[in-house]
C-alpha cells in the first residue's frame, strides 16, 4: 500500500466543515468520493484540522493509503477535474507508511481576516468579517502577542468541544493590517475547537482597555467560556499551512 499527501485549498463557504457528517455536504466526504471515482476502490483520507462549516483552507493536509500506481501528478491533475471549483488539490506526494496528517503535524497555523472600514464589501463577503469600528493594530497585536506560551485555553474552546486536555502551546501570534484588511495569525501545536475565532472576538472586545493584557490573562486563568469574548463568524478564518518534521515527511 502506498500513502499519500494531498495539500488542499478550499473555500468552505458551501460546506458544513471538514468532517464527514450525515446528511450535509463536507469536504472530506467529497474529496473521498472523487478519489474513489478515480481509483475506482473506495478509499478514505484523513485530515490534519477539523475546520468548521464556513471555514476555508490555503494549506490543509490529508493523507490516504491506495494500492493505485498513478504517479503522483495524476492524483493530482485527475483529483482537480473531478472535483467542484471550490476545491483544488495544489500538491500530492509520496510520502512513508506511517506518515499520518494529523497525528505526525508539528503545528498548524490559522490567519482570521477583517475588513475594517465604513462600508462591507461584496467580493470579500465570505472571505472577512466586516468590523466597521476602529481597531488599533499596535494594541491588537500585543494582546496577540501575549497569548504566546504553553497555556490552558479552557476559556477559549467551544462549550461543545470534545477535547480532554485544554493545554495548548502558541509558538506565533501577532496582528497587522494591510489597507483596509487587518489579519491575525496564530501558529501553534495544536487547537481546540472554536479557538482562534475566539480569541480574536476577545481582542476586539478589549480593544478599548487600558489594561489590555491584564485582562486577557484573567480570561485565560478563569478557564471558563463565559469569561471570554464572544466568538467571530467562520468565514473570516482560514487554514494557512500544517509543519511536519523533515525527518517524517522530507522535502
Known sequence: MRNLKLTIEYDGTNYHGWQIQPSVITIQETIQAALTKLTKTPTQILGAGRTDAGVHAAGQVANFHTRSQMPEIAFQKGLNAILPRDIVITAAKEVP????????????????????????????????????????????????????????????????SDRINPVCEVYRS????????????????AFLRGMVRTIVGSVLKLRDCADAVNQLYKMLEARKRSAAGASVPARGLFLMRVKYDKRVVPK
Open 174 to 189: 501577532h496582528c497587522w493590517r494591510e489597507g483596509d484588511l487587518i489579519y491575525f495569525e496564530i501558529e501553534a501545536d
Open 97 to 160: 507508511s506511517d506518515f499520518h496528517a494529523r497525528f505526525s503535524a508539528t503545528s498548524r497555523t490559522y490567519r482570521y481576516t477583517i475588513l475594517n472600514r465604513e462600508h462591507p464589501s461584496a467580493f470579500l463577503r465570505n472571505r472577512a468579517y466586516f468590523f466597521p469600528h476602529p481597531i488599533d493594530v499596535r494594541d491588537a497585536d500585543a494582546i496577540c502577542r501575549a497569548l504566546v506560551g504553553t497555556r490552558d485555553f479552557s476559556s477559549f474552546q467551544r462549550t461543545d
